[in-house]
């Protein structure tokens, strides 16, 4: 089993920046891929970036040229820096370990 804690969430303005952690902890070998999400309100949860199987990077259309996934496998976490934020990327951010486990989310407000 695979435990996921977010952090690095907050209330930012629009064009302000924020790093996002995601620390894993307990059978971190069974790992697979790893990848952010979000979830804004009243909407379906939605791919934002990730690491595959095979160490790519890919990321959502939205978000490419602003984000950048990087992760620290020393300390078993994945970040997610997010620059140049708009208001459409206020959500609750998830990351997931192989999709079978997530974490609790972390809230992102970006206002004007």
């Known amino acids: 089993q695979v435990q996921l804690v977010e952090s690095g969430g907050g209330l930012v303005q629009v064009g302000g920046s924020l790093r996002l952690s995601c620390a894993a902890s307990?059978?971190?070998?069974?790992?697979?891929?790893m990848a952010w999400y979000r979830q804004a309100p009243g909407e379906q949860r939605e791919f934002v970036a990730m690491?595959?199987?095979?160490?790519?990077?890919r990321y959502a259309d939205s978000v490419k040229g602003r984000f950048t996934i990087s992760r620290d496998n020393a300390k078993n976490t994945m970040f997610l820096q997010m620059n140049m934020l708009n208001p459409a990327a206020t959500a609750v951010y998830y990351c997931?370990?192989?999709?079978?486990?997530w974490g609790q989310g972390t809230q992102v407000t970006v206002s004007f």
């Open positions: 997931t370990a192989t999709f079978r486990s």
């Open positions: 690491f595959t199987s095979t160490n790519v990077i």
């Open positions: 307990g059978t971190v070998g069974d790992i697979v891929n």
